[in-house]
């Protein structure tokens, strides 16, 4: 089955992703979807309202997609699975204290820089997960490059923005 490509990711990104998962897309989609769900199972017993908060993102993100996908401005795929990764986003979270992200009142200079390192923590627990898709044959070694350098620059972008 064709699979279109997805706005959200660089086209080039897009067509290696797709063109790897086009023959085991559906084996490849049961992969990626128990590994999800083991984060977000890991997530909530490290912290169980950080699981319910990246849990409600996956909802939040599903009914922006849906309906981005019912004004045309991407396609039915690309907003399930924006849906179904959006937990993704609190992966690094794992390595951030609870008492850190619990705390009641404003976090000090010390706990903010443990906060501002989760995203680098959650890209290298899901680039290890992915490493081991490629070492048991279940994912592209092309796929993964590509998709680590979509990453560096989307992170050279947020950079110059400041976002």
Same mark, same amino acid.
């Given at each position: 089955?064709?699979?279109?490509?997805?706005?959200?990711?660089?086209?080039?990104?897009?067509?290696?992703?797709?063109?790897?998962?086009?023959?085991?897309?559906?084996?490849?989609?049961?992969?990626?979807?128990?590994?999800? +769900? /083991?984060?977000? $199972?890991?997530?909530?017993?490290? =912290? %169980?309202? !950080?699981?319910?908060? &990246? #849990?409600?993102?996956?909802?939040?993100?599903?009914?922006? +997609? /849906?309906?981005? $996908?019912?004004?045309?401005?991407? =396609? %039915?795929? !690309?907003?399930?699975? &924006? #849906?179904?990764?959006?937990?993704?986003?609190?992966?690094?979270?794992?390595?951030?204290?609870?008492?850190?992200?619990?705390?009641?009142?404003?976090?000090?200079?010390?706990?903010?820089?443990?906060?501002?390192?989760?995203?680098?923590?959650?890209?290298?627990?899901?680039?290890?997960?992915?490493?081991?898709?490629?070492?048991?044959?279940?994912?592209?070694?092309?796929?993964?490059?590509?998709?680590?350098?979509?990453?560096?620059?989307?992170?050279?972008?947020?950079?110059?923005?400041?976002?």
């Amino acid at each position: 089955m064709h699979r279109p490509h997805s706005v959200l990711m660089p086209h080039r990104v897009a067509n290696t992703v797709l063109t790897v998962m086009d023959s085991r897309y559906d084996e490849l989609k049961e992969a990626m979807l128990v590994a999800v +769900g /083991r984060f977000v $199972a890991e997530i909530h017993f490290h =912290d %169980d309202s !950080t699981g319910t908060h &990246v #849990e409600s993102i996956g909802v939040v993100a599903g009914v922006i +997609g /849906r309906v981005m $996908a019912a004004r045309g401005l991407i =396609d %039915d795929w !690309t907003a399930e699975w &924006v #849906e179904r990764v959006a937990p993704l986003h609190g992966v690094g979270k794992l390595d951030v204290p609870s008492a850190v992200l619990n705390k009641r009142f404003s976090l000090d200079a010390e706990h903010w820089e443990v906060i501002r390192q989760h995203p680098t923590i959650g890209r290298q627990r899901i680039t290890g997960v992915l490493s081991r898709m490629v070492d048991a044959g279940r994912l592209d070694p092309h796929c993964l490059e590509s998709l680590r350098q979509s990453v560096d620059e989307l992170d050279e972008l947020a950079a110059r923005t400041g976002r």
